[in-house]
T-cell receptor, first 114, second 112 residues
């Protein structure tokens, strides 16, 4: 079974631009969560989607948004990029509602904002 | 103060040593406890998960949860150079399953 797939793997943007990252969960997984990982703050929860609905949201500004499609694939968007948005963005999926606390991660998208 | 505290290390041990990694937490509502391993330039890989208190063993790895002390541990027996990675503890409340709270991660180096 293929794992969580994130594209692209690397991205370079400039301040003020916007960016869209994509995540395909493991086949059959319906819940997708997004995290930001930085050396200073570690892994921080961004949001969770289940059945195309945002179910949970972390403490990030409104510039960070996401969505989920009917096939469970998810995208996150960051508008008006800031230098501090440079990070590894990780997507994770869960196998079932009964095991929604168990998450499997993709390799991440490394975003650099110049 | 962070909800989950983890010593970032780095921790360096000789091959074959027993490694002990620990996290403390402040939120008594946490019920699920996970350990992830992350190699450089990779995503976190789930190693162990435990519900509530108790011990769980999987090969060379043992996870312990002490909810009364708000303390969790991961033990690695017969450590190998391939175990060199960053180890992250993570926790969640049952009804917020999609939201994991992570420790800062401990960087482990196992020397041949």
């Amino acid at each position: 079974k293929a794992g969580v797939t994130q594209t692209p793997r690397y991205l370079i943007k400039t301040r003020g631009q916007q960016v869209t990252l994509s995540c395909s969960p493991i086949s059959g997984h319906r819940s997708v969560s997004w995290y930001q990982q930085t050396p200073g703050q570690g892994l921080q929860f961004l949001f969770e989607y289940f059945s195309e609905t945002q179910r949970n949201k972390g403490n990030f500004p409104g510039r960070f948004s996401g969505r989920q499609f009917s096939n469970s694939r998810s995208e996150m968007n960051v508008s008006t990029l800031e230098l501090g948005d440079s990070a590894l963005y990780l997507c994770a999926s869960t196998p079932s509602e009964a095991a929604k606390n168990i998450q499997y991660f993709g390799a991440g998208t490394r975003l650099s904002v110049l | 103060q962070k909800e989950v505290e983890q010593d970032p290390g780095p921790l360096s041990v000789p091959e074959g040593a027993i490694v002990s990694l620990n996290c403390t937490y402040s939120n008594s509502a946490f019920q699920y406890f996970m350990w992830y391993r992350q190699y450089s330039r990779k995503g976190p890989e789930l190693l162990m998960y435990t519900y509530s208190s108790g011990n769980k063993e999987d090969g060379r790895f043992t996870a312990q949860v002490d909810k009364s002390s708000k303390y969790i541990s991961l033990f690695i027996r017969d450590s190998q150079p391939s175990d060199s990675a960053t180890y992250l503890c993570a926790m969640s409340v049952y009804n917020q399953g999609g939201k994991l709270i992570f420790g800062q991660g401990t960087e482990l180096s196992v020397k041949p």
